[in-house]
């Protein structure tokens, strides 16, 4: 039983006899597949949409009877909006055939590791040991648990100086990993000042989310988890069609870095508003973008 299929509006499937009938209905009656050969084995994803860029995706192995043998599942939704152009690795995990990205974004300061959803194309893109070119990243959160936070209230002239800020510790982050010493030290410096001016705050007792405008940082064991708070850009509310459960989808910026959210609405405690701020825990998905010719120059 995935955690995240709640995400997508299937909260009543609890069990997996809960989900075996609807993982059938994936099977049988697809919106799409993708398929790999190597060798004698024909292998792929077999996915169907049950709404606007979102659904259950299954992979598995084709028979010579060209019947699907599943061996595993997961929902997914899609973002139109690139995330990072940063530099990308991607992975194939221990456990089963699916794929992780690994991007060094600057502004975030640390790696971001996503669960790949393209990963067939990846695949197919790599076969007899091309070099994937990676153009950029559409991220993609699902989440099973949300609030709203009321936004901090900024001037136009102290926006364009945080923006500033973040692409300048950006920067340094990028030099530092080079080998730069005196970006390490500056790094240095400007944490040890951080680190006073918050302590003067919360000493007076100040709400600490009025100290954290955004937050972007690991969460719990997994690698591709992670606790975010985000300005919200954009707003959609869908449903899913074959439940009728209500969903929000969400663009949100976390240190100049825009990626989407995806939430069921019973789990959102609070009413979204463009200005205002997402705090939760999401599962990091990511679709990669190639290069045409899908081999590096």
Known sequence: MHRYLRAIGFSKYKTTRDVQPLLGMVIQKPSGSEMVCEGDTVFGHVYRTFGDRLGICTYGEFEEDKTFRE????????????????????????????????????????????YLTNSMEYVRRSAGGNEVEILGVALMGLSDSGKILLPLHKTEKERATSSMAVRNRGSLMEAARNGDEEAMENLTLEDMLLVSRIA?????????????DTCFMPFGLESDQYSVIG???????????????????????????????????????????????????????????????????
């Open 231 to 297: 300005e919200i850009l954009r707003i959609e509310e869908l449903k899913n069609i074959l439940t009728g459960e209500e969903l929000y989808r969400m663009l949100i910026d976390c240190n100049d870095v825009k990626f989407g959210i995806i939430i069921n609405k019973a789990d959102l405690l609070g009413e979204p508003q463009v200005g205002r701020r997402f705090k939760g825990e999401i599962w990091l998905q990511g679709k990669a973008e190639f290069k045409e010719d899908g081999t590096a120059k």
């Open 200 to 212: 003067g705050r919360i000493s007076q007792k100040e709400d600490i989310y009025s100290l954290v």
């Open 71 to 114: 061996d595993y599942y997961f929902p997914y939704a899609e973002s139109d909006t690139i995330s990072t152009r940063a530099n990308c690795m991607v992975e194939r995990h221990a456990d089963k055939n699916s794929y992780g990205g690994l991007c060094e974004e600057p502004s975030i300061g640390v790696s971001l590791i996503f």
